[in-house]
């Protein structure tokens, strides 16, 4: 704990023989509480006495808690946050007269101990509510909380809850956030709603990439936007990097951005500049979510469909949906500020390239061993090695001259992705009995046909758009299937 002296100046000397006095080998633990402490005991049952301080202190990310009532289940902590600091813990002994009580002299300095970090009750402390009442007879305030909160032993469960308490239900937290926020609300522009949507201000696209919609008519571009180069040198990206993507459009015309870092074996901030220099965007139709070479129609090669994509989803019914994990959570964030939460706007680079990190040969090939890391992945149809799919698309007739592939399917015919679902279905169930089997598991006869299809609120494996980013925005938006 902190106590803070008023005295004299004084120096401290360094005389050998009294080093063996000082213990710099013993660490502790600097909390500076808010308040004068008079009585230890209750200052300790205030942090929620030693043990909860215990568990406070060797918990990574763990807050400390200072109930200002801690006899009472409905106060809400002031939370106090870990700080590093370096500093020493002096133990003193001083010399003060009963005539000049004011004058201080020291006698002895000793060190007791390091301290490497310490608690600081910076943040604001949650709004309190009170169970107190206003009584319906008196008319006087009367604290309610020996009614609200049993105590002791209940001996006859009969007679608990019977006498008429009023309610007094207050929430879990009252504020999501214990810090100042620099939020300033004012009234909405009404000039803004009047004006058309052509007019509005819009978002500036940062990597200036080409989205093209799917359209059997309309050339596509063969160039890139010009700022998109520009903003490739700004960026200062390797040249060896953009010669390998380039290299890798000439073997290839049309990739996914997870299957070319998997290729490349490069992170997302190694090619998220390079590719709308090289590349268009497919955002809809056979070959969405995928990146095109400029150059390269896929509406007039016949080989193309080998590139278009397959969207494959675990389907719910049966425990093999139960055993793949979904990417992102759906439910709402609760507040639990007990756990020291990173400032969302400071970028850690260590943590960026843990999450953009080099992709898994499994995010985008599928072979007759695939145990899908997802719910709902997407392929491209060369990446799918199995030889009863590769053989499907074989046989399929070429086209006579002239003709156009079709705006859903491309050149594939109609239902052909259903057949490869269940194909893969089939294939992935039977992965997931001989892992059941080598586990110690028992067999089941369900088949692929009585799996049902996954909703459409599923968690998926994104496509890798970058339309209307910020400057410092990685979200990806889930485009609509045509």
Known sequence: MVMKLCS????????????????????????????????????MAS????????????????????????????????????????????????????????????????????????YRFESMCDFQLLPAMRSTTTGVVECMY???VPSGVITNPAECGTDPVPY????????????????????????????APGDKERARRTKHGIYQGFTLLEPLPQEPNPLAPQTMKAKNVPQGTID??????????????????????????????????????????????????????PRQFFDARYYQLLDFRIRTTGAMHDKVKVKRSQNPIKPCMRFANPSSNIRDSEKLSISRSIAPKTDYIFTA???????????????VQVPQIQQMLEKIPTPLT???CNEKTGWLPARFDEQCRNILTDIVLANFRKKREGGGG??????ASEFEETEGDETERTFDEEEDESDDSDAEKILPFD
């Open 8 to 43: 004299e100046s004084f120096t401290m000397e360094c005389d050998p023989k009294n080093s063996h006095k000082h213990n710099l080998q013993k660490e502790l633990v600097c909390i500076e509480y808010p308040g004068q402490v008079r009585n230890p005991d209750r200052m």
């Open 369 to 383: 061993d695939t145990l899908p890391q997802m719910r709902i992945i997407f392929y491209q149809y060369c990446d």
């Open 244 to 297: 390998l993507v380039r290299n890798k459009f000439q073997e290839r015309p049309v990739w996914t951005k997870t299957a070319l870092k998997c290729a490349l074996q490069l992170s997302e901030d190694d090619i998220r500049y390079v590719l709308p220099s090289v590349a268009l965007y497919f955002v809809n139709g056979p070959w969405r979510g995928t990146w095109v070479r400029f150059g390269y129609d």
């Open 442 to 447: 028992t067999d089941t006869n369900t088949s």
């Open 47 to 118: 942090l929620g006495g030693a043990l909860e301080l215990s568990t406070a202190i060797t918990t990574e990310k763990r807050r400390l808690e200072l109930r200002f009532r801690p006899d009472s289940i409905y106060s809400k902590p002031a939370f106090g946050d870990r700080h590093q600091t370096t500093g020493l813990v002096l133990k003193l002994k001083i010399r003060r007269k009963r005539s000049q009580p004011n004058e201080v002299q020291v006698r002895s300095i000793e060190i007791a101990g390091r301290v490497n970090f310490q």
């Open 146 to 148: 020996d009614s609200f």
């Open 168 to 195: 007094f239900l207050p929430p879990i937290s009252f504020s999501r956030f214990d810090t100042s926020q620099l939020n300033i609300f004012k009234a909405k522009d009404v000039v803004a709603d009047l004006m």
């Open 402 to 404: 002239g003709a156009v």
